[in-house]
């Protein structure tokens, strides 16, 4: 069983339905991300837990009990906001003491615990400090202290990265996961972008228009997404249109061997390959290639070389690593694509 | 600190703008000081006679205190009843709010002889015994300053990030405590700043006090207005200089609070 549940859970706002019946299972101590595009629902959904909008229809469960009617301040779950809503009338050690002063603790205990959660977040010395005296990372920084100082049982993260610069979010994202890690904490992450959610969650759930498309881990939702709005919002990819057929999909006049390709004979569907995954060579005897094709265009990007190839109407994009030992190949050439049968993938 | 120039055209239109605001006020402080007979300008040589008359004039110290009795009490009420209906105007997402602003703020566009001719034609008609009490002009101000207190705590809310309530809330305070822990100092200045506007407004306040005050409780501008009236003489516009002191002196006192706190908030960030 779950340690967070939602059951059932709809949130409406006037006609419009922001979260669909949706049900969730989310375990102790995992990290959990709610990955889409905006106006998916994921905000909606972590407001909702946190208890700052009530669901219109089912309910949410921690540890078992029941906190659909309960107020924000009798859930102990935390929240970190995208703009980290850090009290500007306070010093940062009043922010950061706040959930202690309300909970009613001693003095020392409260000047401890705040020094240690400074110093657990690196910015010992910060505490006079007024907010606008601090960087979008020290903020970042005292939001998160302010959040686990009070031990909360979950932790909430409204994308905590998207108000920094990307060399920023990139240090982070790691050190976010660290501290997760050990505290050891339930966390559940809403962002947009799917390279934070791969980087750093144990399971990621894929939303669109209200409704959780797909939940799994961060390779499982790479590499075998259920559907093509996955896998185009995750990731770059080739979908290549085709038929099922016995042994897999035939795009053009050649059959692919796919994992998921489970249908009726005929139908219509797309072969993900990722562009990473392609191995591009000159047309020789020998293996037999997945398909073959020409250059259409070749671009240039330092650590890789990106390749536009045609192949019977379609194009087919692939990233192939800028080492001096792999041929070049000019575009008009005619090639072979490679990949491992399990790279292809059949999606409706 | 770059030095910033203003071009000499604007200069001159505002020393203009601010002669022509200014002027009248100048006036009425000369006139006060006059040492003749009567209310001219310029004045006939310069004296505190007329000074001294005012303080020693009943009718308008008793008035002056009433109007400052009433303006304070009216600050109160209208400070607390304005700030209360900016939160609901800002929180609320009911049909109609819009309206509900409009019709709130209504006070202030609608012209004060009607404001005042209805109240009083309503506490005649419905027999409540508020006509001519201190009661009754005081529903008047509140009726009028509060729309300033809606209008200046409305446009601190609107900056207000309401985020902060909601972190205050998930850390473990009620809505009471987040409210007076979080919202309410990040939305004092606009307090602040609204109920020295009452204040003012209803100090100041005439025609809604023409219909509204009785005569053994009269409202300084009304004192002065029933004075001008019979005789003309400058004991008026004395009363006038102790009024535009008292507004001023609310108005620096305010601009120190407020300043004084910026300036502090200067000083840590200089640190």
């Given at each position: 069983?779950?340690?967070?549940q939602?059951?059932?859970?709809?949130?409406?706002?006037?006609?419009?339905?922001?979260?669909?019946?949706?049900?969730?299972?989310?375990?102790?101590?995992?990290?959990?991300?709610?990955?889409?595009?905006?106006?998916?629902?994921k905000?909606?959904?972590?407001?909702?837990?946190?208890?700052?909008?009530?669901?219109?229809?089912?309910?949410?469960?921690?540890?078992?009990?029941?906190?659909?009617?309960?107020?924000?301040?009798?859930?102990?779950?935390?929240?970190?906001?995208?703009?980290?809503?850090?009290?500007?009338?306070?010093?940062?050690?009043?922010?950061?003491?706040?959930?202690?002063?309300e909970?009613?603790e001693?003095?020392?205990?409260?000047?401890?615990?705040?020094?240690?959660?400074?110093?657990?977040?690196?910015?010992?010395?910060?505490?006079?400090?007024?907010?606008?005296q601090?960087?979008?990372?020290q903020?970042?920084?005292?939001?998160?202290?302010?959040?686990?100082?009070?031990?909360?049982?979950?932790?909430?993260?409204?994308?905590?990265?998207?108000?920094l610069?990307?060399?920023?979010?990139?240090?982070?994202?790691?050190?976010?996961?660290?501290?997760?890690?050990?505290?050891g904490?339930?966390?559940?992450?809403?962002?947009?972008?799917?390279?934070?959610?791969?980087?750093?969650?144990?399971?990621?759930?894929?939303?669109?228009?209200?409704?959780?498309?797909?939940?799994?881990?961060?390779?499982?939702?790479?590499?075998?997404?259920?559907s093509r709005?996955?896998?185009?919002?995750?990731?770059?990819?080739?979908?290549?249109?085709?038929?099922?057929?016995?042994?897999?999909?035939?795009?053009?006049?050649?059959?692919?061997?796919?994992?998921?390709?489970?249908?009726?004979?005929?139908?219509?569907?797309?072969?993900?390959?990722?562009?990473?995954?392609?191995r591009?060579?000159?047309?020789?005897?020998?293996?037999?290639?997945?398909?073959?094709g020409r250059?259409?265009?070749?671009?240039?990007?330092?650590?890789?070389?990106?390749?536009?190839?045609?192949?019977?109407?379609?194009?087919?994009?692939?990233?192939?690593?800028?080492?001096?030992?792999?041929?070049?190949?000019?575009?008009?050439?005619?090639?072979?694509l490679?990949?491992?049968?399990?790279?292809?993938?059949?999606?409706? | 600190?770059t030095?910033?120039?203003?071009?000499?055209?604007?200069?001159?239109?505002?020393?203009?703008?601010?002669?022509?605001?200014?002027?009248?006020?100048?006036?009425?402080?000369?006139?006060?000081?006059?040492?003749?007979?009567?209310?001219?300008?310029?004045?006939?040589?310069?004296?505190?006679?007329?000074?001294?008359?005012?303080?020693?004039?009943?009718?308008?110290?008793?008035?002056?205190?009433?109007?400052?009795?009433?303006?304070?009490?009216?600050?109160?009420?209208?400070?607390?009843?304005?700030?209360?209906?900016?939160?609901?105007?800002?929180?609320?997402?009911?049909?109609?709010?819009?309206?509900?602003?409009?019709?709130?703020?209504?006070?202030?566009?609608?012209?004060?002889?009607?404001?005042?001719?209805?109240?009083?034609?309503?506490?005649?008609?419905?027999?409540?015994?508020?006509?001519?009490?201190?009661?009754?002009?005081?529903?008047?101000?509140?009726?009028?300053?509060?729309?300033?207190v809606?209008?200046?705590?409305?446009?601190?809310?609107?900056?207000?990030?309401?985020?902060?309530?909601?972190?205050?809330?998930?850390?473990?305070?009620?809505?009471?405590?987040?409210?007076?822990?979080?919202?309410?100092p990040?939305?004092?200045?606009?307090?602040?700043?609204?109920?020295?506007?009452?204040?003012?407004?209803?100090?100041?306040?005439?025609?809604?006090?023409?219909?509204?005050?009785?005569?053994?409780?009269?409202?300084?501008?009304?004192?002065?207005?029933?004075?001008?009236?019979?005789?003309?003489?400058?004991?008026?516009?004395?009363?006038?200089?102790?009024a535009?002191?008292?507004?001023?002196?609310?108005?620096?006192?305010?601009?120190?609070?407020?300043?004084?706190?910026?300036l502090?908030?200067?000083?840590?960030?200089?640190?």
């Amino acid at each position: 069983m779950g340690f967070v549940q939602f059951k059932g859970v709809t949130k409406t706002f006037g006609k419009s339905v922001a979260v669909d019946t949706m049900d969730l299972d989310i375990a102790r101590g995992e990290f959990f991300s709610l990955l889409g595009p905006s106006g998916c629902g994921k905000s909606t959904t972590l407001r909702m837990l946190a208890g700052f909008v009530a669901p219109s229809t089912g309910s949410i469960h921690v540890h078992g009990r029941d906190i659909t009617r309960l107020p924000p301040e009798a859930r102990d779950i935390g929240i970190v906001f995208q703009n980290y809503a850090i009290f500007p009338h306070m010093t940062v050690f009043d922010n950061i003491a706040f959930g202690l002063v309300e909970r009613g603790e001693n003095r020392a205990d409260i000047k401890r615990k705040v020094d240690a959660a400074l110093d657990q977040v690196g910015l010992g010395g910060f505490g006079e400090r007024f907010e606008r005296q601090l960087s979008g990372g020290q903020k970042q920084r005292v939001a998160l202290a302010r959040v686990l100082v009070i031990e909360p049982e979950i932790l909430l993260l409204d994308e905590p990265l998207s108000a920094l610069d990307k060399k920023m979010r990139e240090e982070m994202k790691f050190w976010i996961k660290n501290i997760q890690k050990s505290v050891g904490i339930t966390t559940i992450y809403v962002t947009h972008d799917q390279s934070e959610a791969l980087t750093m969650s144990d399971r990621i759930a894929v939303m669109n228009q209200g409704r959780i498309l797909q939940v799994g881990s961060p390779v499982e939702i790479y590499e075998r997404p259920n559907s093509r709005f996955i896998a185009e919002f995750i990731g770059e990819s080739n979908l290549l249109s085709g038929r099922l057929t016995a042994g897999g999909v035939r795009v053009g006049d050649t059959v692919v061997p796919a994992a998921q390709a489970q249908g009726a004979d005929g139908a219509e569907v797309a072969l993900l390959i990722r562009p990473e995954q392609i191995r591009l060579e000159p047309v020789t005897e020998g293996e037999a290639p997945m398909l073959t094709g020409r250059v259409a265009d070749e671009v240039y990007q330092g650590a890789l070389r990106r390749y536009q190839v045609e192949t019977g109407g379609q194009t087919v994009t692939v990233e192939v690593p800028n080492r001096p030992d792999l041929a070049q190949l000019p575009p008009g050439a005619e090639v072979a694509l490679y990949w491992t049968p399990e790279s292809g993938v059949a999606l409706r | 600190m770059t030095e910033r120039r203003i071009p000499l055209v604007l200069a001159i239109l505002a020393i203009l703008g601010f002669a022509y605001m200014l002027l009248p006020i100048v006036v009425v402080v000369l006139a006060g000081l006059t040492a003749g007979e009567f209310l001219t300008f310029p004045p006939q040589g310069l004296s505190l006679r007329w000074v001294a008359a005012f303080l020693s004039s009943e009718k308008y110290l008793s008035s002056f205190f009433f109007s400052f009795k009433l303006a304070l009490m009216t600050m109160i009420v209208s400070t607390i009843l304005g700030t209360a209906a900016a939160l609901f105007l800002s929180r609320t997402n009911m049909v109609g709010r819009a309206a509900m602003r409009a019709f709130f703020l209504s006070p202030v566009v609608l012209p004060g002889v009607v404001v005042g001719f209805a109240l009083f034609a309503f506490y005649i008609s419905t027999g409540i015994g508020l006509s001519r009490t201190i009661w009754g002009l005081w529903i008047g101000h509140i009726l009028y300053s509060t729309p300033y207190v809606i209008g200046t705590v409305g446009a601190a809310l609107a900056a207000y990030d309401t985020s902060l309530e909601e972190a205050a809330r998930s850390l473990g305070a009620s809505p009471w405590r987040a409210f007076r822990k979080v919202t309410l100092p990040n939305i004092s200045q606009g307090i602040q700043a609204g109920s020295i506007f009452a204040f003012i407004v209803s100090f100041g306040q005439f025609e809604v006090s023409l219909f509204l005050s009785s005569p053994n409780s009269e409202p300084l501008p009304i004192a002065m207005y029933n004075s001008l009236r019979y005789q003309f003489d400058p004991s008026a516009a004395a009363a006038g200089i102790f009024a535009i002191t008292l507004v001023i002196a609310s108005v620096l006192l305010t601009n120190r609070l407020v300043n004084l706190r910026t300036l502090l908030e200067r000083r840590q960030d200089g640190s």
